[in-house]
Structure formats: C-alpha cells, structure tokens
C-alpha cells in the first residue's frame, strides 16, 4: 500500500536550518509529484512546496520561497525540504504528500518543527 | 493578493445534507482550479475526500460529492453522519505552480 513517511523535525532555534525528509513506499515512487504541506498549531493547512517527478520543476510558497529547497532522490524513494533561516513563524507539523491531479491523493503523519530559543 | 475563503463553522443534524463552499475573495473558482477537499480530525494527518472538483478518492464514500456551484467550489456531505464531525479544507490551484488552502470548516454533527 502507499505509504510516506516523514522524518527530521525537532527543536531548532530561530536563524537555524533543518532537513526534513519523506521516504515513499508501495508506488512507483519517478511518476509522481511531492507536495509538503504545513500546519502551525491550531491552524489551517498551508501549501509549502512541490516537486514535480522528475525533479526538473519545483514550486514554492512565498512564505518559505528563497529559505527552502526542496529536492528528491529516486533512487531512494525520497523527497527532502531543505529549511533555512528558520522563523517562530515556521513551527507547523509538515506532512509530505503525493500529488495527484492538482492535488493530493495520500499524507505522511507529520513531523513537526518547533522553531524556539 | 486573492485568499480562498470558507466558512469557518457549520453545524448540521444527523442524517441532514450539508453544503459547505470555497471560494476566492476575488474572482470564480472554475474546474481549471482543480478544486480539492480534505478532511482533517485533530491530531491526524488529512485525509483526501475529492480532487478534480468531483472525483473521489479511493474509499471515501459516495455521501461525499464534490461540485461547482455558482462561483465557488462545493463539498456536499449527503446523510451526515456522527463521524463527519471534523475540519474540511478546500485546495485550489492559482496557476504558475501555486496552491492555496481555505482556512477550513469546522463541522459540527448534532
């Protein structure tokens, strides 16, 4: 079955970087698009970034564009977000998903970055 | 700067319909938006109810349709249920590599 999985979040202090990974399973991992999308605490879904399955094409949100990076490795069924210069305002459980016509078809459970001093 | 608007709340009786919308501040939300649904209970990952404005994903059950209705994208819950009780967010794509959520809907079954 599909399967993602997200790893690498924890406690970083503001100024800081982290590298988020999501490791993809139960599909054919090179014909699919990435979505990460965040969630600050008791807030909304927000769109993060996305990473078309070749890799060649890469999308960011305004908020995080020129601090994240976002990248893939096919050959270990693997997405990463690269994030820089962290703010308080970057705390959010991030979830990786599969895109799927615009949207997204299967969610990772989260992992969550606490951006603090 | 466009925002995609849902209403923030909605309460409905079991067994009831329920229409909840999603739209833009400015301008119609068309098919091109590629409008999606997800439903969310607190602590858990999102779930994925309908993508290409009425396309629903795999297992979600036919009381959930999805449609365009007026200038807005719809979620229609037929039938609800004590377990629909969760936030809904809507997904549209802006173009230009560009998706915005809406804030959510929180639904309440009672």
């Known amino acids: 079955q599909v399967q993602l999985v997200e790893s690498g979040g924890g406690v970083v202090q503001p100024g800081g970087s982290l590298r988020l990974s999501c490791a993809a399973s139960?599909?054919?991992?090179?014909?699919?698009?990435v979505h990460w999308v965040r969630q600050a605490p008791a807030k909304g879904l927000e769109w993060v970034a996305f990473m078309q399955y070749d890799g060649n094409t890469k999308f960011y949100a305004e908020s995080v564009r020129g601090r994240f990076t976002i990248s893939r490795d096919n050959s270990r069924n693997t997405v990463h977000l690269q994030m820089n210069s962290l703010r308080a305002e970057d705390t959010a459980v991030y979830y990786c998903?599969?895109?799927?016509?615009?949207?997204?078809?299967?969610w990772g459970q989260g992992t969550l970055v606490t951006v603090s001093s | 700067q466009t925002v995609v608007t849902q209403e923030p709340s909605f309460s409905v009786s079991p067994g009831e319909t329920v229409t909840l919308t999603c739209g833009f501040t400015?301008?119609?939300?068309?098919?091109?938006?590629?409008p999606s649904w997800y439903q969310q209970t607190p602590g858990q990952a999102p779930r994925t109810l309908i993508y290409?404005?009425?396309t629903r994903s795999s297992g979600v059950p036919d009381r959930f349709s999805g449609s365009i209705l007026g200038d807005k994208a719809a979620l229609t819950i037929t039938g609800a249920q004590a377990d629909d009780e969760s936030n809904y967010y809507c997904?549209?794509?802006?173009?230009?590599?560009?998706?915005?959520f809406g804030g959510g809907t929180k639904l309440t079954v009672l």
């Open positions: 139960g599909f054919t991992f090179t014909t699919y698009g």
């Open positions: 290409s404005t009425n």
């Open positions: 997904l549209l794509y802006m173009g230009s590599g560009s998706w915005v």
């Open positions: 400015s301008g119609s939300v068309s098919t091109s938006s590629f």
């Open positions: 998903a599969r895109d799927w016509r615009y949207a997204s078809d299967y």
